[in-house]
């Protein structure tokens, strides 16, 4: 039968768009309920009354625009050339009804289980959809860690080289994180000082991600020297999900000397302090001084991330 390629209509439509497996099924109803996602920013593809494919982007409560395509799949059981109709015609619908008009064209996030390339038939659907992002004009950004921390595991002992203090102000936090950005292994940071400003970039970081946290400011946490001297921070937080290490940052001048750990194990506690049983952080899959930092300290890779961007 014909491919049907339509949008999301109503609640009448989740129990059908859940059935292709995704890392982010569970949180689905809820975006849709909170705004996150929208009917609008959502198709389904339907073959003989089965779903056979799904797309849909995502965005921060009150954003006007979606801000990330994270869920595009296709049936992996079906043979290739069929995924790759079906992922195409979706991309297509979703360029020419959404994407074509938005000021800022989103990042692709795709999910994956922490031994994604050792399944070969997961990894062969995988290979697939980045491959038709890529036929869409996309290219690879990064492969990230997502990391958890578990209620029960051990948290260090502090450093006792080391202070902690919230931000005096913003100025201090935007200079801080500024200062960071040099030498930073970050992938998205590295694009972002290709064209901008570092001041400028950690402004839109603060802007962008940080200022929307519903979490107290004073959970952020500046380490210090005896003699009051910044070494570096830690920015622990709870999204629209969870509790999470949004950031952790060594400025350049104190690098090397093995002050990362003390500062993670800090926004360990505050958000242990605050009541968290888990706790989430991520880092790119290239970023090794810090992917060793969370491996140290109670952190597991329980998933892996996959960004592709249009430019």
Known sequence: MTLDIRRYRDSGDLELFLTLPYALNHEVADDLEQGRRRPEWTWLAIRDHRLVGRLA??????????????????DASLPEDMQREIGASLLDA?????????????????????????????????????????????????????????????????DARLTFRPFHSDDELIDLTTRALAGTLDAHSVEELATAEA?????????????????????????????????????PARNSYRHIIAYVGVLPEHRGNGYIDGILNEGTRVLVAAGADDIRASTDLGNVPMAKSFSRNGYVTFERLINTAWD
């Open 199 to 235: 001041r400028a970039v950690a402004l839109a970081q603060y802007t962008d991600e940080f200022s929307s946290y519903s979490s107290p400011r004073e959970w952020w946490q500046v380490a210090t020297l005896p003699s009051g001297e910044a070494v570096g921070f830690v920015f």
């Open 94 to 158: 979703a360029h020419t009804e959404l994407l074509s008009g938005l000021s800022t064209p989103p990042e692709y996030a795709r999910y994956l289980a922490a031994d994604w390339r050792d399944d070969p038939r997961s990894r062969r659907a995988t290979e697939v959809l980045l491959e038709l992002m890529e036929s869409a004009g996309a290219r690879f950004v990064v492969e990230r860690l997502r990391l958890e921390w578990r209620e029960g595991t051990p948290i260090a002992a502090p």
């Open 57 to 74: 982007l995502w965005a921060p409560v009150g954003a006007n625009e979606p801000t990330q395509l994270d869920i595009f799949d296709t």
